[in-house]
């Protein structure tokens, strides 16, 4: 399934870098979301867009920053990270509409901070 | 807001037992609830999922059940084989509202089946 792609797949960065984190989804979902998936830890909703407007930000750093340029594209640019931000990041897409469907995930960035 | 726990965080059984994987939520207004499966290094997929206006659904040997007044679903998988193996995660979500779309996920079940 390559409905929502993310890139690169893995990521190992000084904390002192700037990086960016992409995902782009083919499904024609209006709604595009970041979660933080850490070791032995649950999914962590960090960033909801929906139409490209961001409805939700989960007390999220701000060395962490989205951005959503329309509603197949989806950022997240990184700056001065610590090493606990290390984790699996997942990118997930769907229609956000009254009718309930389901997300759809990407395979995700496996971030390492050094 | 929407709080979903989910149990055990850990389950062992033997191949060809049953499992079950419990959750409950605590906003009556959530109407969808889907189960996600994990395996190592890999996306959460959509396993099965059930909307409020019905009570159960069956797909092959994966079931899922919802009670409404008690406010719990529960994923059962039969005749469990070493491939079920992975982390499964409940969750849901309501179809209005200014959280309309988002998901609320239980922290999964590590599910280990031993042949």
């Known amino acids: 399934e390559t409905g929502v792609t993310q890139t690169p797949r893995h990521l190992v960065m000084g904390m002192t870098n700037k990086k960016s984190l992409k995902c782009e989804q083919h499904?024609?979902?209006?709604?595009m979301y970041w979660y933080k998936q850490s070791a032995k830890k649950p999914l962590e909703l960090m960033f909801v867009?929906?139409?490209?407007?961001?409805?939700e930000n989960n007390s999220v750093p701000s060395r962490f920053s989205p951005e959503c340029p329309n509603s197949s594209h989806l950022f997240l640019h990184l700056h001065t990270l610590q090493p606990e931000d290390s984790a699996l990041y997942l990118c997930?897409?769907?229609?956000?509409?009254?009718?309930?469907?389901?997300?759809?995930f990407g395979d995700g960035t496996r971030l390492s901070i050094l | 807001g929407e709080n979903v726990e989910q149990h055990p965080s850990t389950l062992s059984v033997q191949e060809g037992d049953s499992a079950v994987i419990k959750c409950t939520y605590s906003?009556?207004?959530?109407?969808?609830f889907p189960w996600y499966k994990q395996e190592l290094g890999k996306r959460p997929q959509l396993i099965i999922d059930?909307?409020?206006?019905?009570g159960e659904k069956k797909d092959q040997r994966i079931a899922v059940t919802l009670n409404k007044t008690a406010k719990h679903f529960s994923l059962h998988i039969t005749e469990t084989q070493p491939e079920d193996s992975a982390v499964y995660f409940c969750?849901?979500?309501?179809?209005?509202?200014?959280?309309?779309?988002?998901?609320?996920f239980g922290r999964g079940t590590q599910l280990t089946v031993w042949p």
């Open positions: 997930a897409s769907s229609q956000a509409d009254r009718s309930n469907q389901p997300q759809h």
């Open positions: 499904l024609g979902h209006n709604a």
């Open positions: 867009y929906n139409f490209k407007e961001q409805t």
């Open positions: 906003d009556s207004a959530s109407n969808y």
């Open positions: 059930i909307r409020s206006n019905v």
């Open positions: 969750a849901a979500s309501r179809d209005r509202g200014s959280t309309l779309g988002r998901l609320y």
